[in-house]
């Protein structure tokens, strides 16, 4: 089957001065306003709205400002033929590894675009207070995608790669997080650490303890996004530490997890989400088990973000974990398209709450747009074990708008957008 391709959903539509409104438009005096882009006739599902039907979507100055039955072409300064697609509110990816230039594993964000499909990352812990001002000039600034990030505990980040960042405890600068936090809040949502063994060395949770006090000290109410694999010491005291709305990522986790001891999941992980602790998937290179998952979920321990946890080694791998094949992944466990869509839009958005509507398809919102295909028939989807299951279809990205521009051919003039 051919695969269309972005010429065959992209095409210009001259500006028609005078032309009569159809109510999509807001007019002023006789004259309507005509939208910079329209997205026309996909399936619209936004979580956010509980909406999910064909529509036109209309984007204006960089906002959603329509969302109809039909918007007339006459107001479309440029349009993209969505028909038989899947059109969502950007996705927003809250574990990405994206600092390519500062770590050994991050790739840069625009890059994943293609692939992914999303217009909003969150950097999870590439760089430390030493390198994080690197990160925020020559990445965030530089990217056209949306950017966020938790500071590494470590005021090195992710550059000592492959050695844990926090092995040597030194590293661990709770004033240096600290300050880091505090001057960033623009794009910082609080702390990360990695509580795996060859992470930590011998220093158990105290790089968890560090990484609770440097968002407290900051003054800034940010959040600790905590990674475990096999961690160490006893993990209800670790997850008993967690604070409401800290975030615990790769819970179905392959590299010696134990969320889920002989089939049981771990009753202070239900606790923990019963009191407010986030749960993120996480997919990365060997963080997701089909197996793991569905006992966890079978039993409670149920998702509130799906992420990719995407860098170079995750990337390089059969399980692909680029954010529309992870999706995929939780349909052949059986979530609605509603369900994963939901995981990888609002609710990431409203945990880095800091854009009104982000993660939506409101007017008002960002123009952030995600198109994808359903491609339905069977598929087979590898864990990070390899280990396979097959589904009955797979979300593959089409195109992506970022405030109301989109990605590739044709080139907006002047080329002048985030």
């Known amino acids: 089957m051919r695969h269309p391709t972005r010429r065959d959903f992209l095409t210009g539509a001259a500006t028609v001065l005078g032309a009569a409104a159809t109510g999509a438009g807001t007019s002023f005096g006789d004259t309507p306003q005509t939208f910079d882009l329209v997205i026309r006739g996909g399936e619209v599902i936004d979580p956010s709205q509980a909406l999910r039907g064909v529509r036109d979507i209309g984007i204006r100055l ?17 349009s993209i033929d969505a028909k038989g697609k899947i059109v969502t509110p950007g996705l927003v990816d809250l574990h990405a590894h994206i600092y390519p230039y500062g770590s050994a594993i991050g790739i840069p964000p625009d890059e994943l675009v293609p692939f992914s499909g999303t217009t909003t990352y969150v950097s999870a ?9 690197a990160f925020k000039r020559a990445v965030a600034a530089q990217s056209r995608s949306r950017v966020f ?14 050695v844990g960042e926090t092995v040597n405890i030194k590293y661990a600068d709770v004033d240096a997080t600290a300050l880091a936090i505090a001057e960033n809040q623009d794009i910082v ?14 220093n158990g949770i105290e790089p968890l303890k560090r990484a609770i006090q440097a968002v407290e000290r900051s003054g800034t109410n940010g959040r600790v996004m905590c990674h475990i694999g096999d961690a160490p010491g006893d993990l209800q ?10 975030i615990l990522t790769h819970p179905y986790s392959s590299l010696g997890n134990n969320t889920v001891q002989n089939g049981k999941v771990l009753p202070a992980l239900l606790e923990a989400k019963k009191r407010g602790i986030l749960i993120d998937v996480g997919h990365g290179a060997g963080s997701f088990n089909f197996d793991i998952a569905e006992a966890a979920i079978q039993q409670g321990l149920t998702f509130d973000t799906i992420s990719s946890d995407v860098h170079v080694v995750a990337a390089n791998t059969p399980s692909q974990p680029y954010l ?4 995929s992944k939780f349909l052949a466990l059986g979530f609605s398209l509603e369900d994963v869509i939901a995981a990888a839009t609002i609710r990431p958005a409203t945990i880095i709450g800091k854009i009104p509507k982000l993660g939506t398809l409101q007017v008002g919102a960002p123009g952030d747009v995600s198109i994808l295909e359903l491609i339905e028939g069977p598929v087979q989807l590898l864990d990070t074990s390899n280990n396979p299951r097959t589904g009955k279809a797979y979300l593959k990205a089409v195109q992506t708008v970022r405030d109301g521009v989109p990605f590739g051919r044709p080139y907006q003039l002047p080329f002048s957008v985030n």
């Open 189 to 202: 949502l609080g702390a990360k650490v990695r509580e795996t063994l060859a992470l930590v060395g011998d």
């Open 125 to 133: 812990g590439d760089a430390g207070a030493n390198n994080f001002s």
């Open 237 to 246: 005291v670790l997850v008993n530490a967690l604070r409401p709305g800290d």
């Open 62 to 78: 960089g906002r959603i400002a329509a969302i109809e039955q039909t918007i007339d072409p006459a107001l479309a300064k440029r």
């Open 149 to 162: 990030a938790f500071v590494n505990i470590s005021t090195i980040g992710l550059a000592g790669f492959p």
């Open 324 to 327: 529309p094949w992870v999706l």
